[in-house]
Nanobody
Framework: VQLVESGGGSVQAGGSLRLSCTVSKFTYEPNCMAWFRQIPGNAREGLATFDIGERTIRYADSVKGRFTISRDAAEKTVFLQMNNLSPDDTAMYYC????????????????????WGQGTQVTVS
């Protein structure tokens, strides 16, 4: 399984960005897709999950109401729409995947996920 993120960049406070994560090279498509972020020196933080099998979505309290996770099934791509960004959102953003249903796993635990993208940097000034 290969995950490739894109869409990061620099934006001013109050602005928006949309991150993409395209999944490829799989025999069985992962069920649980997640977005994490990491600030240098800090632990990786879970932001949102999209369960393809159960069609459920979950958000961390820190981004609820500002971030939206969605999926384009045909393109095998998961998106993270980020609105009203602040400097506190500056981080490296990662896409992660697990073949299990999101409800079966500890969605906020980094070691839960089998597959990770390379990350995309988001800088808010």
């Amino acid at each position: 399984v290969q995950l490739v993120e894109s869409g990061g960049g620099s934006v001013q406070a109050g602005g928006s960005l949309r991150l993409s994560c395209t999944v490829s090279k799989f025999t069985y498509e992962p069920n649980c897709m997640a977005w994490f972020r990491q600030i240098p020196g800090n632990a990786r933080e879970g932001l949102a999950t999209f369960d393809i099998g159960e069609r459920t979505i979950r958000y961390a309290d820190s981004v609820k109401g500002r971030f939206t996770i969605s999926r384009d099934a045909a393109e095998k791509t998961v998106f993270l729409q980020m609105n009203n960004l602040s400097p506190d959102d500056t981080a490296m953003y990662y896409c992660a995947a697990n073949r299990a249903l999101c409800s079966w796993i500890d969605w906020n635990r980094v070691t839960t996920y089998n597959y990770w993208g390379q990350g995309t940097q988001v800088t808010v000034s």
